[in-house]
């Protein structure tokens, strides 16, 4: 068993985004990615690579204590120098502190600041009036980011540097209940150094929130379900986090009760007899048709039943839009099902309006080439009959991303993210069982995702008429 990340999958990795990247330049060249974007590109796959390697060895020696403590520090130091980078960087490209084409981000500032600017009944009826169920929850909370630390973004994006940061010790703690200390280290540092956390920490949307929450529920309840004889107040955590993620997004909060459910029927009988689950179940079902309103549910209804009728939708709107891409009405939930561990594939061609997919080119190259140690563990789990074990964080991770399969964002990086630190667990116990024969099936996949990248570039390109 590995307990570091190779030196050889670093190396490779690394040299593989290279030669992509001029490959991808030189075959599209009128329309190569601008400098800076390359410039992020480098810099986070290289730093991503070169530290995995060497924190994971390095950090060895380490005590759990000193170990969890270093590892909240260093990931809230990196995330912190990123929000103050990006957030000159923004106000230098786009003249506010907000990203290229604000959208959601902006919207959601100007909500939440009406609290402390005009009141809190001014602010509440912004919040009733625009806003579904299922997207308050943000703004509620933004809201009083804002009334306690004042409407500047700075102070509630760094608030996220610490609720990231945090969320990398729970992930320590998870992959170590459940793979042991090893893949436990190497899962934190996967967390601290993947771009994508960094680049939310720096934005005033939900995604690091969310994605906070997902791993907090999922930590709790794997606790719980791990003690010799599961008491329930030990989920009431978990269920309390069930009912905010309602307020945030209702597609996932389903996940995470499906995922509940599924741990409470695949539980041990040695630890959960069939009466107490029995018990437990009509506990769950009716704390949760309790607490949930009725608008909420009328509206995860909608969401069911539309969901073929959205995705349809959803693509041929991309195809037929203002420079959208006419390949997009031929998505299906067939094609993108075989890749949902691996997509978003990088975007490494300059495309107007898409200033942010450019900007993560290297953090979705990562999550590329990371995902094919995540498929390798699902498949040594499923050979090897210990996947009740994990079943938890499997039927959530799992479920989430057949939502994503059969909804209109399949290959938005954006609706991958929240489920992303389980991903990356799932890739370092993939790599803790690597062995030297599959030295080889990595250089194939690296290739495969060297062509993939170069595919979807000529895609992007193409179906907007512009090769």
């Known amino acids: 068993m590995l307990t570091y990340f190779p030196k050889f999958i670093s190396t490779r990795a690394i ?103 005009e009141g809190f009944e001014r602010y509440w009826e912004e919040l009733t009036y625009y806003y579904a169920y299922s997207d308050r929850g943000y703004i509620m909370w933004l809201g009083l980011e804002y009334k306690l630390l004042g409407t500047h973004v700075l102070p509630a994006r760094i608030v996220k540097c610490f609720i990231d940061a945090f969320s990398c010790v729970l992930m320590y703690n998870l992959a170590k209940r459940n793979f042991g200390e090893a893949v436990g280290r190497m899962t934190a540092v996967f967390c601290m150094l993947m771009p994508n956390m960094w680049y939310y920490c720096g934005l005033t949307l939900k995604e690091t929130e969310m994605a906070f929450l997902v791993v907090l529920f999922v930590e709790r309840a794997d606790a719980a379900f791990h003690l010799e004889k599961l008491s329930f107040k030990e989920l009431i955590l978990p269920l309390v986090v069930i009912l905010v993620m309602f307020t945030f997004r209702t597609a996932l909060a389903g996940v995470l009760v499906a995922g509940m459910a599924v741990a409470l029927v695949f539980t041990s009988k040695r630890q959960l007899k069939t009466w107490q689950k029995f018990l437990y179940g009509t506990i769950f079902v009716a704390w949760m048709v309790s607490m949930v309103s009725a608008e909420l549910w009328e509206e995860a209804q909608l969401l069911w039943q539309g969901r073929e009728q959205n ?97 209109n964002f399949a290959h938005s990086e954006r609706f991958h993210f929240p489920i992303l630190p389980l991903e990356l667990m799932f890739a370092a116990y993939g790599i803790s069982q690597l062995t030297n024969k599959h030295k080889r099936w990595y250089t194939i996949w690296l290739v495969g995702i060297c062509i993939a990248t170069i595919a979807w570039s000529w895609i992007k390109l193409a179906g907007r008429g512009l090769v």
Not at 76 to 105: N, S, W
Not at 366 to 384: D, E, P, Q, V, Y
Request: glycine residues 4%.
């Open 311 to 407: 995705q349809s939708i959803g693509y041929e709107w991309r195809a037929t839009r203002v420079n959208g891409n006419a390949f997009a009405k031929y998505a299906s939930a067939s094609l993108f099902a075989p890749l949902i561990f691996t997509i978003p594939f990088s975007s490494m061609v300059s495309i107007m309006n898409q200033e942010h997919l450019m900007m993560l080119n290297g953090a979705c190259f990562i999550k590329n080439i990371l995902s094919g140690f995540t498929i390798l563990a699902l498949f040594m789990l499923l050979f090897r009959g210990t996947w009740r074990k994990h079943v938890l964080v499997i039927s959530i991770m799992c479920g989430y991303l057949v939502v994503l399969v059969f909804s």
């Open 15 to 117: 040299i593989c985004y290279v030669i992509t990247l001029v490959l991808v330049s030189a075959i599209f060249m009128s329309h190569a990615m601008p400098f800076q974007f390359m410039v992020f590109g480098i810099v986070s796959v290289v730093v991503f690579f070169t530290f995995a390697t060497k924190l994971t060895m390095g950090w060895q020696t380490y005590s759990p204590y000193i170990y969890a403590k270093k590892l909240f520090i260093t990931a809230f130091i990196i995330r912190l120098i990123y929000v103050i980078f990006i957030y000159f960087y923004y106000i230098e490209m786009t003249g506010i502190p907000f990203a290229y084409h604000t959208g959601d981000e902006y919207q959601y500032h100007i909500s939440a600041a009406l609290w402390r600017l």
